[in-house]
Protein backbone atom coordinates (compact mmCIF):
# COMPACT_ATOMS: atom_id res chain seq x y z
CA UNK A 1 0.00 0.00 0.00
CA UNK A 2 1.22 3.21 -1.11
CA UNK A 3 2.09 6.45 1.86
CA UNK A 4 2.84 9.67 2.44
CA UNK A 5 3.75 11.46 -1.03
CA UNK A 6 3.18 8.30 -2.76
CA UNK A 7 -0.38 7.87 -2.29
CA UNK A 8 -0.93 11.47 -2.59
CA UNK A 9 0.88 10.67 -6.42
CA UNK A 10 -1.04 7.60 -6.64
CA UNK A 11 -4.47 9.39 -6.21
CA UNK A 12 -3.45 12.07 -8.78
CA UNK A 13 -2.89 9.59 -11.07
CA UNK A 14 -6.11 7.73 -10.93
CA UNK A 15 -8.06 11.08 -10.57
CA UNK A 16 -6.70 12.30 -13.63
CA UNK A 17 -7.53 8.72 -15.41
CA UNK A 18 -10.94 8.94 -13.89
CA UNK A 19 -11.30 12.45 -15.49
CA UNK A 20 -10.29 11.22 -19.13
CA UNK A 21 -12.41 8.02 -18.60
CA UNK A 22 -15.11 10.19 -17.74
CA UNK A 23 -14.69 12.66 -20.98
CA UNK A 24 -14.27 9.76 -23.49
CA UNK A 25 -18.05 8.54 -21.87
CA UNK A 26 -19.25 11.71 -22.29
CA UNK A 27 -17.95 12.27 -25.80
CA UNK A 28 -19.54 8.96 -26.60
CA UNK A 29 -22.62 9.30 -24.95
CA UNK A 30 -22.90 13.07 -27.19
CA UNK A 31 -22.03 10.51 -30.04
CA UNK A 32 -24.88 8.37 -29.52
CA UNK A 33 -27.55 11.29 -28.87
CA UNK A 34 -26.60 12.22 -32.29
CA UNK A 35 -27.58 9.33 -33.51
CA UNK A 36 -30.41 8.56 -31.10
CA UNK A 37 -31.53 12.19 -32.69
CA UNK A 38 -30.82 11.32 -36.45
CA UNK A 39 -32.45 7.72 -36.26
CA UNK A 40 -35.81 9.46 -34.61
CA UNK A 41 -35.97 11.99 -37.46
CA UNK A 42 -35.39 8.92 -39.96
CA UNK A 43 -37.51 6.76 -38.08
CA UNK A 44 -40.09 9.83 -38.56
CA UNK A 45 -39.69 10.32 -42.30
CA UNK A 46 -40.05 6.98 -42.71
CA UNK A 47 -43.43 6.95 -40.89
CA UNK A 48 -44.73 9.85 -43.22
CA UNK A 49 -43.05 8.23 -46.31
CA UNK A 50 -44.87 4.90 -45.25
CA UNK A 51 -47.93 7.30 -44.65
CA UNK A 52 -47.83 8.68 -47.68
CA UNK A 53 -47.03 5.60 -50.13
CA UNK A 54 -50.31 3.72 -48.68
CA UNK A 55 -52.22 7.02 -49.42
CA UNK A 56 -50.89 6.72 -52.75
CA UNK A 57 -51.44 3.20 -53.02
CA UNK A 58 -55.68 3.45 -52.24
CA UNK A 59 -55.39 6.11 -54.36
CA UNK A 60 -54.21 3.95 -57.55
CA UNK A 61 -56.69 1.04 -56.56
CA UNK A 62 -59.72 3.55 -56.27
CA UNK A 63 -58.27 4.77 -59.73
CA UNK A 64 -57.30 0.67 -61.15
CA UNK A 65 -60.28 -0.76 -59.83
CA UNK A 66 -62.77 -0.24 -62.88
CA UNK A 67 -60.03 -1.43 -64.87
CA UNK A 68 -59.76 -4.14 -63.41
CA UNK A 69 -63.26 -5.27 -62.90
CA UNK A 70 -63.12 -4.76 -66.64
CA UNK A 71 -60.31 -6.56 -67.33
CA UNK A 72 -62.04 -9.43 -65.24
CA UNK A 73 -64.92 -9.26 -67.23
CA UNK A 74 -63.28 -9.48 -70.72
CA UNK A 75 -60.86 -12.37 -69.34
CA UNK A 76 -64.05 -14.34 -68.67
CA UNK A 77 -65.13 -13.73 -72.18
CA UNK A 78 -61.71 -14.72 -73.50
CA UNK A 79 -62.22 -18.00 -71.42
CA UNK A 80 -65.74 -18.68 -72.83
CA UNK A 81 -64.80 -17.98 -76.63
CA UNK A 82 -61.32 -19.66 -76.79
CA UNK A 83 -62.92 -22.75 -75.07
CA UNK A 84 -65.77 -22.85 -77.35
CA UNK A 85 -62.66 -22.20 -79.97
CA UNK A 86 -60.94 -25.31 -78.89
CA UNK A 87 -64.26 -27.41 -79.69
CA UNK A 88 -64.09 -26.35 -82.79
CA UNK A 89 -61.13 -26.79 -83.51
CA UNK A 90 -60.70 -29.72 -82.01
CA UNK A 91 -64.07 -31.29 -84.36
CA UNK A 92 -62.36 -29.49 -87.82
CA UNK A 93 -58.53 -31.13 -86.91
CA UNK A 94 -60.41 -34.33 -86.47
CA UNK A 95 -62.40 -33.82 -89.94
CA UNK A 96 -58.95 -32.85 -91.25
CA UNK A 97 -57.36 -35.90 -90.59
CA UNK A 98 -60.02 -38.46 -92.12
CA UNK A 99 -59.75 -35.91 -95.27
CA UNK A 100 -55.85 -36.49 -95.21
CA UNK A 101 -55.87 -39.84 -94.61
CA UNK A 102 -58.24 -40.33 -97.63
CA UNK A 103 -56.35 -38.17 -100.07
CA UNK A 104 -53.27 -39.97 -98.71
CA UNK A 105 -54.75 -43.09 -99.80
CA UNK A 106 -56.55 -42.32 -102.85
CA UNK A 107 -53.57 -40.13 -104.37
CA UNK A 108 -50.89 -40.79 -102.63
CA UNK A 109 -48.76 -38.18 -100.19
CA UNK A 110 -46.77 -36.07 -102.96
CA UNK A 111 -50.02 -36.03 -105.27
CA UNK A 112 -52.50 -35.05 -102.39
CA UNK A 113 -50.32 -32.20 -101.42
CA UNK A 114 -49.23 -31.00 -105.09
CA UNK A 115 -53.31 -30.55 -105.40
CA UNK A 116 -53.55 -29.00 -102.14
CA UNK A 117 -50.33 -26.49 -102.56
CA UNK A 118 -50.22 -26.09 -106.44
CA UNK A 119 -47.29 -27.93 -106.13
CA UNK A 120 -45.22 -25.46 -103.85
CA UNK A 121 -44.50 -27.92 -101.23
CA UNK A 122 -42.37 -30.50 -100.67
CA UNK A 123 -42.04 -33.50 -98.15
CA UNK A 124 -39.31 -33.95 -95.96
CA UNK A 125 -40.75 -36.75 -94.19
CA UNK A 126 -38.95 -39.91 -94.41
CA UNK A 127 -36.00 -38.21 -95.40
CA UNK A 128 -33.46 -38.77 -92.98
CA UNK A 129 -31.06 -35.53 -93.95
CA UNK A 130 -33.48 -32.27 -92.96
CA UNK A 131 -31.10 -29.65 -94.14
CA UNK A 132 -31.54 -30.23 -97.62
CA UNK A 133 -32.63 -27.74 -100.17
CA UNK A 134 -36.02 -27.55 -101.92
CA UNK A 135 -33.75 -28.14 -105.16
CA UNK A 136 -32.01 -31.46 -103.63
CA UNK A 137 -35.12 -32.74 -102.20
CA UNK A 138 -37.25 -32.24 -105.36
CA UNK A 139 -34.78 -34.26 -107.22
CA UNK A 140 -34.35 -36.72 -104.56
CA UNK A 141 -38.41 -37.17 -105.10
CA UNK A 142 -38.67 -36.80 -108.77
CA UNK A 143 -35.97 -39.51 -109.49
CA UNK A 144 -37.67 -42.31 -106.94
CA UNK A 145 -41.01 -40.93 -108.12
CA UNK A 146 -44.24 -40.19 -106.67
CA UNK A 147 -45.38 -42.59 -103.72
CA UNK A 148 -48.64 -44.24 -104.54
CA UNK A 149 -48.84 -46.55 -101.30
CA UNK A 150 -50.59 -45.61 -98.50
CA UNK A 151 -48.70 -44.72 -95.53
CA UNK A 152 -48.10 -47.46 -92.95
CA UNK A 153 -50.43 -47.45 -89.83
CA UNK A 154 -50.97 -49.38 -87.27
CA UNK A 155 -53.65 -52.06 -86.89
CA UNK A 156 -56.87 -52.03 -84.67
CA UNK A 157 -54.57 -54.87 -82.16
CA UNK A 158 -51.49 -52.90 -82.61
CA UNK A 159 -53.39 -49.58 -81.57
CA UNK A 160 -55.07 -50.81 -78.63
CA UNK A 161 -51.72 -52.71 -76.99
CA UNK A 162 -50.09 -48.62 -77.19
CA UNK A 163 -52.90 -47.57 -75.37
CA UNK A 164 -52.86 -50.21 -72.83
CA UNK A 165 -49.25 -49.23 -72.89
CA UNK A 166 -50.13 -45.73 -72.19
CA UNK A 167 -52.43 -47.03 -69.25
CA UNK A 168 -49.64 -48.95 -67.73
CA UNK A 169 -46.83 -46.06 -68.05
CA UNK A 170 -48.90 -43.16 -66.47
CA UNK A 171 -50.34 -45.43 -63.63
CA UNK A 172 -54.08 -45.30 -64.52
CA UNK A 173 -57.14 -47.22 -65.85
CA UNK A 174 -57.72 -47.29 -69.71
CA UNK A 175 -61.67 -46.68 -69.80
CA UNK A 176 -63.81 -49.20 -71.00
CA UNK A 177 -65.14 -47.18 -74.16
CA UNK A 178 -61.59 -46.32 -75.49
CA UNK A 179 -61.38 -48.65 -77.84
CA UNK A 180 -58.97 -46.83 -80.69
CA UNK A 181 -55.69 -43.96 -80.11
CA UNK A 182 -58.26 -41.70 -81.95
CA UNK A 183 -61.91 -40.64 -81.28
CA UNK A 184 -64.12 -38.32 -78.66
CA UNK A 185 -63.26 -41.38 -76.06
CA UNK A 186 -59.10 -41.34 -76.62
CA UNK A 187 -59.36 -36.91 -76.28
CA UNK A 188 -61.25 -37.48 -72.69
CA UNK A 189 -59.10 -39.86 -71.72
CA UNK A 190 -55.93 -37.94 -72.91
CA UNK A 191 -57.78 -34.40 -71.13
CA UNK A 192 -57.84 -36.72 -68.09
CA UNK A 193 -54.57 -37.91 -68.00
CA UNK A 194 -52.88 -34.15 -69.47
CA UNK A 195 -55.01 -32.59 -65.74
CA UNK A 196 -52.74 -35.41 -63.48
CA UNK A 197 -49.18 -34.26 -63.39
CA UNK A 198 -48.04 -37.91 -61.59
CA UNK A 199 -49.49 -39.47 -64.43
CA UNK A 200 -48.00 -37.06 -66.94
CA UNK A 201 -44.55 -37.26 -65.27
CA UNK A 202 -44.66 -41.04 -65.82
CA UNK A 203 -45.43 -41.42 -68.93
CA UNK A 204 -41.82 -41.34 -69.36
CA UNK A 205 -39.59 -41.32 -66.00
CA UNK A 206 -38.59 -43.50 -65.53
CA UNK A 207 -38.16 -45.28 -68.88
CA UNK A 208 -41.34 -47.06 -70.02
CA UNK A 209 -39.20 -50.06 -71.34
CA UNK A 210 -38.64 -52.28 -68.57
CA UNK A 211 -41.92 -53.33 -65.99
CA UNK A 212 -41.10 -51.95 -62.98
CA UNK A 213 -43.96 -54.01 -60.75
CA UNK A 214 -42.78 -55.90 -57.50
CA UNK A 215 -41.61 -59.42 -57.57
CA UNK A 216 -40.54 -60.43 -53.89
CA UNK A 217 -39.81 -63.77 -55.23
CA UNK A 218 -37.09 -62.91 -57.75
CA UNK A 219 -33.01 -63.80 -56.47
CA UNK A 220 -32.21 -59.89 -57.05
CA UNK A 221 -35.40 -58.67 -55.49
CA UNK A 222 -34.39 -60.96 -52.47
CA UNK A 223 -30.62 -59.72 -52.27
CA UNK A 224 -31.20 -55.87 -52.29
CA UNK A 225 -34.18 -56.16 -49.69
CA UNK A 226 -36.85 -55.10 -52.21
CA UNK A 227 -40.27 -54.89 -52.29
CA UNK A 228 -40.19 -53.90 -48.66
CA UNK A 229 -43.42 -53.83 -46.29
CA UNK A 230 -45.77 -51.06 -46.49
CA UNK A 231 -45.98 -49.03 -43.28
CA UNK A 232 -49.42 -47.26 -43.08
CA UNK A 233 -49.13 -43.59 -42.89
CA UNK A 234 -50.72 -42.58 -39.09
CA UNK A 235 -50.73 -38.53 -39.88
CA UNK A 236 -53.56 -36.56 -42.09
CA UNK A 237 -52.73 -34.54 -45.02
CA UNK A 238 -51.63 -31.16 -44.98
CA UNK A 239 -53.87 -28.16 -46.24
CA UNK A 240 -51.27 -27.39 -48.73
CA UNK A 241 -47.80 -29.11 -49.22
CA UNK A 242 -44.95 -28.20 -47.94
CA UNK A 243 -41.97 -26.85 -50.67
CA UNK A 244 -39.11 -29.03 -51.15
CA UNK A 245 -36.83 -26.21 -49.50
CA UNK A 246 -39.18 -26.99 -46.22
CA UNK A 247 -38.80 -30.64 -46.90
CA UNK A 248 -35.14 -31.25 -47.14
CA UNK A 249 -35.04 -29.63 -43.58
CA UNK A 250 -38.10 -30.52 -42.16
CA UNK A 251 -38.50 -34.07 -40.02
CA UNK A 252 -39.54 -37.40 -40.90
CA UNK A 253 -43.28 -36.07 -39.64
CA UNK A 254 -43.58 -33.54 -42.30
CA UNK A 255 -41.96 -36.38 -45.36
CA UNK A 256 -44.89 -38.42 -43.77
CA UNK A 257 -47.92 -35.49 -44.05
CA UNK A 258 -46.47 -34.79 -47.79
CA UNK A 259 -47.24 -38.71 -48.81
CA UNK A 260 -50.75 -39.02 -47.25
CA UNK A 261 -51.29 -35.70 -49.92
CA UNK A 262 -51.05 -38.20 -52.39
CA UNK A 263 -48.87 -38.40 -54.99
CA UNK A 264 -51.10 -36.17 -57.24
CA UNK A 265 -51.65 -33.36 -55.29
CA UNK A 266 -47.53 -34.06 -54.37
CA UNK A 267 -46.69 -33.86 -58.06
CA UNK A 268 -48.63 -30.71 -58.54
CA UNK A 269 -47.07 -29.41 -55.67
CA UNK A 270 -43.27 -30.63 -56.58
CA UNK A 271 -43.44 -29.93 -60.48
CA UNK A 272 -41.83 -27.11 -60.83
CA UNK A 273 -38.74 -28.00 -58.64
CA UNK A 274 -38.69 -30.91 -60.62
CA UNK A 275 -38.71 -28.83 -63.81
CA UNK A 276 -36.20 -26.57 -62.73
CA UNK A 277 -33.71 -29.24 -61.48
CA UNK A 278 -33.86 -31.04 -64.24
CA UNK A 279 -33.54 -28.10 -66.84
CA UNK A 280 -30.18 -27.41 -64.71
CA UNK A 281 -29.19 -31.09 -64.93
CA UNK A 282 -29.89 -31.59 -68.55
CA UNK A 283 -26.84 -28.67 -69.35
CA UNK A 284 -24.80 -31.26 -66.87
CA UNK A 285 -22.27 -33.83 -67.45
CA UNK A 286 -25.32 -36.10 -67.27
CA UNK A 287 -27.83 -34.40 -69.35
CA UNK A 288 -30.64 -37.11 -69.29
CA UNK A 289 -31.83 -40.26 -67.78
CA UNK A 290 -29.93 -42.61 -70.51
CA UNK A 291 -27.01 -40.73 -70.13
CA UNK A 292 -23.38 -42.56 -68.73
CA UNK A 293 -21.93 -41.48 -65.92
CA UNK A 294 -19.91 -38.71 -65.96
CA UNK A 295 -15.94 -39.26 -67.38
CA UNK A 296 -14.46 -36.21 -65.34
CA UNK A 297 -16.76 -36.23 -61.44
CA UNK A 298 -17.24 -32.67 -59.86
CA UNK A 299 -19.71 -32.14 -57.30
CA UNK A 300 -22.03 -30.87 -59.79
CA UNK A 301 -22.83 -34.69 -60.91
CA UNK A 302 -24.27 -34.66 -57.11
CA UNK A 303 -26.57 -32.32 -58.30
CA UNK A 304 -27.62 -33.66 -61.39
CA UNK A 305 -28.05 -37.08 -59.97
CA UNK A 306 -30.36 -35.96 -57.28
CA UNK A 307 -32.66 -34.36 -59.86
CA UNK A 308 -33.03 -37.75 -62.44
CA UNK A 309 -33.76 -39.53 -59.14
CA UNK A 310 -35.63 -37.43 -57.77
CA UNK A 311 -38.22 -37.50 -61.47
CA UNK A 312 -37.63 -40.95 -61.66
CA UNK A 313 -39.11 -42.09 -58.15
CA UNK A 314 -41.84 -39.16 -58.45
CA UNK A 315 -42.68 -41.08 -62.06
CA UNK A 316 -42.55 -44.52 -60.08
CA UNK A 317 -44.85 -43.51 -57.47
CA UNK A 318 -47.58 -42.27 -59.98
CA UNK A 319 -46.98 -45.26 -62.41
CA UNK A 320 -47.69 -47.82 -58.62
CA UNK A 321 -49.25 -45.45 -56.45
CA UNK A 322 -47.95 -47.17 -52.95
CA UNK A 323 -47.29 -45.69 -49.38
CA UNK A 324 -43.76 -46.88 -49.72
CA UNK A 325 -42.83 -45.16 -53.50
CA UNK A 326 -44.75 -42.13 -52.13
CA UNK A 327 -42.13 -41.89 -48.84
CA UNK A 328 -39.25 -42.44 -51.12
CA UNK A 329 -41.02 -40.11 -54.01
CA UNK A 330 -40.93 -37.44 -51.40
CA UNK A 331 -37.87 -38.31 -49.73
CA UNK A 332 -35.88 -38.12 -53.24
CA UNK A 333 -37.86 -35.11 -54.18
CA UNK A 334 -36.16 -33.49 -50.95
CA UNK A 335 -33.13 -35.30 -50.27
CA UNK A 336 -30.07 -33.21 -49.34
CA UNK A 337 -26.93 -34.08 -51.89
CA UNK A 338 -24.09 -35.59 -50.03
CA UNK A 339 -20.49 -36.02 -52.75
CA UNK A 340 -18.03 -38.89 -52.26
CA UNK A 341 -15.03 -37.45 -54.45
CA UNK A 342 -12.59 -40.39 -56.80
CA UNK A 343 -10.85 -42.39 -54.63
CA UNK A 344 -13.24 -42.71 -51.14
CA UNK A 345 -16.06 -44.88 -52.43
CA UNK A 346 -14.39 -48.10 -51.71
CA UNK A 347 -12.76 -46.70 -48.89
CA UNK A 348 -16.15 -46.10 -46.69
CA UNK A 349 -18.49 -48.48 -48.23
CA UNK A 350 -16.09 -51.39 -48.08
CA UNK A 351 -15.20 -50.15 -44.23
CA UNK A 352 -15.38 -52.88 -41.11
CA UNK A 353 -18.84 -53.51 -40.83
CA UNK A 354 -20.50 -51.22 -37.46
CA UNK A 355 -21.86 -53.07 -34.72
CA UNK A 356 -25.47 -52.89 -33.86
CA UNK A 357 -24.67 -50.15 -31.26
CA UNK A 358 -23.03 -48.05 -33.43
CA UNK A 359 -25.96 -48.51 -35.93
CA UNK A 360 -28.26 -47.46 -32.95
CA UNK A 361 -26.05 -43.81 -32.03
CA UNK A 362 -26.30 -42.90 -35.90
CA UNK A 363 -27.94 -39.61 -36.15
CA UNK A 364 -28.93 -38.35 -39.61
CA UNK A 365 -27.99 -34.52 -40.42
CA UNK A 366 -31.38 -34.23 -42.39
CA UNK A 367 -34.45 -36.65 -42.63
CA UNK A 368 -33.63 -37.69 -46.15
CA UNK A 369 -30.14 -37.61 -47.46
CA UNK A 370 -28.57 -38.52 -50.60
CA UNK A 371 -24.85 -40.34 -50.83
CA UNK A 372 -23.54 -40.44 -54.18
CA UNK A 373 -20.38 -42.05 -55.17
CA UNK A 374 -18.15 -40.14 -57.97
CA UNK A 375 -16.97 -44.17 -58.92
CA UNK A 376 -20.48 -45.78 -58.88
CA UNK A 377 -19.99 -49.78 -56.74
CA UNK A 378 -20.76 -52.03 -59.38
CA UNK A 379 -24.10 -55.05 -59.20
CA UNK A 380 -22.60 -58.18 -60.76
CA UNK A 381 -24.44 -59.56 -63.40
CA UNK A 382 -25.75 -62.68 -62.04
CA UNK A 383 -27.55 -64.46 -65.28
CA UNK A 384 -26.36 -63.36 -68.44
CA UNK A 385 -28.98 -66.02 -70.10
CA UNK A 386 -32.07 -64.51 -69.56
CA UNK A 387 -32.15 -62.16 -72.01
CA UNK A 388 -29.33 -62.72 -74.44
CA UNK A 389 -30.12 -62.01 -78.46
CA UNK A 390 -33.45 -60.65 -77.00
CA UNK A 391 -34.91 -58.36 -79.45
CA UNK A 392 -36.71 -56.06 -77.41
CA UNK A 393 -33.13 -55.12 -75.70
CA UNK A 394 -31.12 -54.84 -79.16
CA UNK A 395 -33.87 -52.45 -79.54
CA UNK A 396 -33.69 -50.27 -76.42
CA UNK A 397 -29.86 -50.50 -76.88
CA UNK A 398 -30.21 -48.53 -80.19
CA UNK A 399 -32.48 -46.20 -79.12
CA UNK A 400 -30.40 -45.12 -76.16
CA UNK A 401 -27.40 -45.30 -78.35
CA UNK A 402 -28.94 -43.12 -80.73
CA UNK A 403 -29.00 -39.41 -78.93
CA UNK A 404 -28.14 -38.33 -75.65
CA UNK A 405 -32.10 -37.13 -75.15
CA UNK A 406 -34.82 -39.83 -73.54
CA UNK A 407 -35.75 -41.37 -76.73
CA UNK A 408 -39.89 -40.39 -77.92
CA UNK A 409 -42.85 -42.29 -75.67
CA UNK A 410 -44.04 -43.99 -78.63
CA UNK A 411 -40.68 -45.13 -79.71
CA UNK A 412 -39.97 -46.66 -76.19
CA UNK A 413 -42.91 -48.49 -76.10
CA UNK A 414 -42.48 -50.11 -79.81
CA UNK A 415 -38.86 -50.81 -79.06
CA UNK A 416 -39.80 -52.49 -75.47
CA UNK A 417 -42.46 -54.82 -76.85
CA UNK A 418 -40.84 -54.98 -80.28
CA UNK A 419 -43.11 -53.89 -82.19
CA UNK A 420 -46.33 -55.16 -80.26
CA UNK A 421 -45.17 -58.47 -80.16
CA UNK A 422 -44.19 -59.50 -76.52
CA UNK A 423 -45.04 -57.78 -72.88
CA UNK A 424 -42.38 -55.66 -71.50
CA UNK A 425 -39.22 -56.82 -70.03
CA UNK A 426 -39.11 -57.08 -66.66
CA UNK A 427 -37.35 -54.86 -64.61
CA UNK A 428 -35.38 -57.48 -62.51
CA UNK A 429 -34.01 -59.56 -65.30
CA UNK A 430 -32.66 -56.73 -66.48
CA UNK A 431 -30.32 -55.85 -63.68
CA UNK A 432 -29.71 -60.07 -63.91
CA UNK A 433 -28.80 -59.75 -67.10
CA UNK A 434 -26.68 -56.64 -67.35
CA UNK A 435 -26.57 -55.65 -63.60
CA UNK A 436 -25.97 -52.20 -62.15
CA UNK A 437 -24.23 -49.51 -60.84
CA UNK A 438 -25.37 -48.09 -57.64
CA UNK A 439 -24.87 -44.37 -58.18
CA UNK A 440 -25.94 -43.34 -54.87
CA UNK A 441 -28.16 -44.57 -51.53
CA UNK A 442 -31.48 -42.86 -50.42
CA UNK A 443 -31.38 -42.69 -46.83
CA UNK A 444 -34.43 -41.81 -44.54
CA UNK A 445 -34.14 -40.93 -40.75
CA UNK A 446 -36.60 -41.81 -38.84
CA UNK A 447 -38.57 -39.06 -36.04
CA UNK A 448 -35.41 -38.68 -33.55
CA UNK A 449 -32.45 -38.48 -36.67
CA UNK A 450 -32.11 -42.61 -36.43
CA UNK A 451 -31.57 -44.68 -39.45
CA UNK A 452 -34.76 -46.01 -41.08
CA UNK A 453 -35.73 -49.21 -42.02
CA UNK A 454 -36.60 -47.88 -45.58
CA UNK A 455 -34.12 -46.99 -47.70
CA UNK A 456 -33.51 -46.73 -51.64
CA UNK A 457 -30.83 -47.97 -54.04
CA UNK A 458 -30.45 -45.48 -56.69
CA UNK A 459 -28.91 -47.94 -59.89
CA UNK A 460 -28.47 -46.99 -63.28
CA UNK A 461 -28.22 -50.35 -65.71
CA UNK A 462 -25.76 -50.68 -68.32
CA UNK A 463 -26.45 -50.26 -71.94
CA UNK A 464 -24.89 -52.04 -74.52
CA UNK A 465 -23.57 -49.18 -76.01
CA UNK A 466 -21.02 -47.54 -75.40
CA UNK A 467 -21.99 -44.32 -72.27
CA UNK A 468 -25.01 -44.97 -71.92
CA UNK A 469 -27.75 -46.39 -69.43
CA UNK A 470 -31.18 -47.84 -70.16
CA UNK A 471 -32.01 -45.63 -67.11
CA UNK A 472 -32.16 -45.16 -63.74
CA UNK A 473 -34.45 -46.23 -61.22
CA UNK A 474 -34.92 -45.74 -56.83
CA UNK A 475 -35.73 -49.26 -55.62
CA UNK A 476 -37.47 -49.13 -52.52
CA UNK A 477 -35.72 -51.71 -50.08
CA UNK A 478 -35.45 -52.77 -46.55
CA UNK A 479 -32.09 -52.44 -44.29
CA UNK A 480 -33.33 -55.31 -42.22
CA UNK A 481 -33.98 -57.50 -45.70
CA UNK A 482 -30.82 -56.72 -47.97
CA UNK A 483 -27.79 -58.81 -47.91
CA UNK A 484 -25.82 -55.68 -48.29
CA UNK A 485 -26.88 -53.93 -45.05
CA UNK A 486 -23.28 -53.17 -43.98
CA UNK A 487 -22.71 -50.98 -47.45
CA UNK A 488 -25.92 -48.79 -46.34
CA UNK A 489 -24.93 -48.59 -42.63
CA UNK A 490 -21.20 -47.31 -43.96
CA UNK A 491 -22.97 -45.12 -46.46
CA UNK A 492 -24.65 -43.63 -43.45
CA UNK A 493 -21.73 -43.70 -41.24
CA UNK A 494 -19.81 -41.23 -43.65
CA UNK A 495 -23.14 -38.93 -43.72
CA UNK A 496 -23.36 -38.96 -40.15
CA UNK A 497 -19.74 -38.73 -38.89
CA UNK A 498 -17.67 -37.17 -41.76
CA UNK A 499 -16.58 -34.06 -42.36
CA UNK A 500 -18.20 -32.21 -44.65
CA UNK A 501 -17.32 -29.21 -46.66
CA UNK A 502 -20.43 -26.57 -46.43
CA UNK A 503 -22.70 -26.45 -50.08
CA UNK A 504 -20.80 -23.81 -52.34
CA UNK A 505 -17.46 -24.00 -50.52
CA UNK A 506 -14.31 -24.57 -52.56
CA UNK A 507 -11.15 -23.47 -50.58
CA UNK A 508 -10.09 -21.63 -47.34
CA UNK A 509 -11.10 -18.71 -46.69
CA UNK A 510 -7.44 -17.69 -46.20
CA UNK A 511 -6.70 -18.82 -49.92
CA UNK A 512 -10.18 -17.22 -51.34
CA UNK A 513 -9.16 -14.31 -53.41
CA UNK A 514 -10.01 -10.88 -52.35
CA UNK A 515 -13.56 -10.23 -54.91
CA UNK A 516 -16.53 -7.72 -55.11
CA UNK A 517 -19.47 -9.08 -53.02
CA UNK A 518 -21.53 -11.22 -54.86
CA UNK A 519 -24.51 -9.38 -56.34
CA UNK A 520 -28.29 -10.44 -55.53
CA UNK A 521 -28.96 -11.71 -58.81
CA UNK A 522 -25.95 -13.83 -58.82
CA UNK A 523 -26.66 -17.48 -60.44
CA UNK A 524 -26.76 -20.64 -57.96
CA UNK A 525 -24.98 -23.30 -59.49
CA UNK A 526 -25.81 -27.00 -59.34
CA UNK A 527 -23.00 -27.69 -56.43
CA UNK A 528 -24.30 -24.94 -54.31
CA UNK A 529 -26.38 -27.43 -52.86
CA UNK A 530 -24.26 -30.24 -52.53
CA UNK A 531 -22.40 -31.21 -49.77
CA UNK A 532 -18.61 -32.27 -50.27
CA UNK A 533 -16.57 -34.43 -48.24
CA UNK A 534 -13.79 -32.83 -46.71
CA UNK A 535 -11.02 -35.48 -46.74
CA UNK A 536 -8.44 -33.90 -44.66
CA UNK A 537 -10.55 -33.27 -41.64
CA UNK A 538 -12.52 -36.73 -41.56
CA UNK A 539 -9.02 -38.39 -41.96
CA UNK A 540 -6.52 -37.59 -39.38
CA UNK A 541 -2.72 -37.27 -40.65
CA UNK A 542 -0.49 -40.28 -39.33
CA UNK A 543 2.08 -40.04 -37.12
CA UNK A 544 5.37 -40.31 -38.40
CA UNK A 545 7.16 -43.28 -37.18
CA UNK A 546 9.56 -42.75 -34.60
CA UNK A 547 11.90 -46.12 -34.82
CA UNK A 548 13.20 -47.53 -37.84
CA UNK A 549 11.76 -51.09 -38.78
CA UNK A 550 13.81 -53.66 -39.04
CA UNK A 551 13.25 -56.37 -42.27
CA UNK A 552 11.63 -59.75 -40.89
CA UNK A 553 12.35 -61.62 -44.21
CA UNK A 554 9.04 -61.78 -44.99
CA UNK A 555 6.87 -61.57 -48.23
CA UNK A 556 3.87 -60.26 -47.23
CA UNK A 557 1.80 -59.98 -50.71
CA UNK A 558 0.40 -56.39 -51.50
CA UNK A 559 -3.08 -56.19 -50.14
CA UNK A 560 -5.47 -53.16 -48.50
CA UNK A 561 -6.41 -53.32 -44.77
CA UNK A 562 -10.10 -51.67 -44.33
CA UNK A 563 -10.86 -48.44 -42.82
CA UNK A 564 -12.85 -48.15 -39.97
CA UNK A 565 -14.66 -45.96 -37.78
CA UNK A 566 -13.38 -45.77 -34.41
CA UNK A 567 -15.00 -44.71 -31.03
CA UNK A 568 -12.75 -41.67 -29.50
CA UNK A 569 -13.50 -40.33 -25.70
CA UNK A 570 -13.14 -36.76 -25.11
CA UNK A 571 -14.14 -34.05 -22.88
CA UNK A 572 -14.19 -33.20 -19.20
CA UNK A 573 -13.65 -37.04 -17.51
CA UNK A 574 -13.44 -38.45 -20.68
CA UNK A 575 -17.47 -38.43 -20.72
CA UNK A 576 -18.04 -38.16 -24.50
CA UNK A 577 -17.42 -40.30 -27.18
CA UNK A 578 -16.71 -39.03 -30.98
CA UNK A 579 -16.22 -41.31 -34.27
CA UNK A 580 -12.90 -40.85 -35.55
CA UNK A 581 -12.56 -42.27 -39.15
CA UNK A 582 -9.18 -44.73 -39.63
CA UNK A 583 -8.34 -44.40 -43.43
CA UNK A 584 -7.80 -47.98 -44.99
CA UNK A 585 -4.05 -48.30 -45.77
CA UNK A 586 -2.04 -50.44 -48.64
CA UNK A 587 -0.35 -52.92 -46.94
CA UNK A 588 3.26 -53.80 -48.68
CA UNK A 589 2.37 -50.68 -51.11
CA UNK A 590 5.99 -50.57 -52.23
CA UNK A 591 5.62 -54.19 -53.93
CA UNK A 592 4.97 -54.75 -57.78
CA UNK A 593 1.07 -55.16 -58.72
CA UNK A 594 -0.17 -52.53 -55.48
CA UNK A 595 -1.13 -49.70 -57.31
CA UNK A 596 -3.98 -52.06 -59.71
CA UNK A 597 -7.04 -49.76 -60.47
CA UNK A 598 -9.68 -51.02 -58.40
CA UNK A 599 -13.45 -51.12 -58.85
CA UNK A 600 -15.72 -51.69 -55.72
CA UNK A 601 -18.16 -54.81 -56.57
CA UNK A 602 -20.32 -55.84 -54.48
CA UNK A 603 -19.95 -59.50 -53.74
CA UNK A 604 -22.72 -61.20 -55.56
CA UNK A 605 -24.36 -64.10 -53.87
CA UNK A 606 -25.40 -67.19 -56.07
CA UNK A 607 -29.01 -68.15 -57.06
CA UNK A 608 -28.72 -70.66 -54.85
CA UNK A 609 -27.98 -68.52 -50.90
CA UNK A 610 -30.64 -66.57 -52.84
CA UNK A 611 -33.35 -69.10 -52.88
Known sequence: MARGKYKQRKHNQDAAQLATDLAQVRAQLDEELARLATARERAELDARLRAELSAAIAARDAVCAPQLQRIAVDRDAIRVAS????????????????IGDWGWERFGPESFYAILSGNRAYLTEGVVSTHLSTVQTEAIQRARGIRKDAALDFTAEQKMALAKSVAYSTGTVLPGDVTDVDGPAWDAYMDDLAADTA?????????????????????????????PEGVAVTVDAPAAVPAVTELSTGSAALRDKATAAGARVVADAFIGSLQHNVTAASRSQIPSLVAGSSPYPSPADAAAMQAW???????????????????????????????LPPGHTMAYLD????????????????????????EPARLPAI???????????????????????????????????????SPLPAFWDAI??????????????????????????????????????????????????????NLVANAAAVAAWADWHRPGHKRGEDEQES???????????????????????????????????????????????RGHWRRQHFGPGRTQTRRVRIAPVMVNAGRLGSDRPQIYRLPAPTLAESL
Open 351 to 374: SEPLSGEDVEDLRMPFAQVLVTFA
Open 432 to 485: AARGAHIEAVLLLADAHGRLDDLFGWCVAIPSATAGATLGRWVIPASRSATSYA
Open 199 to 227: AVIAFKSPPPWLNIAADPGHPLSRMLGGC
Open 383 to 421: DNGVLRDDPRMRWIDHLVGSGRELPDGREMIIGATNNFQ
Open 83 to 98: RQLDEATRELARHWSR
Open 515 to 561: VAAPSSGAVKRPEDSVHVLNVAATTPADPQPTAKGEPTGRTTAPHRR
Open 309 to 339: YAVSAVGAWGRHRTVTNGRIAVAAASAVPFW
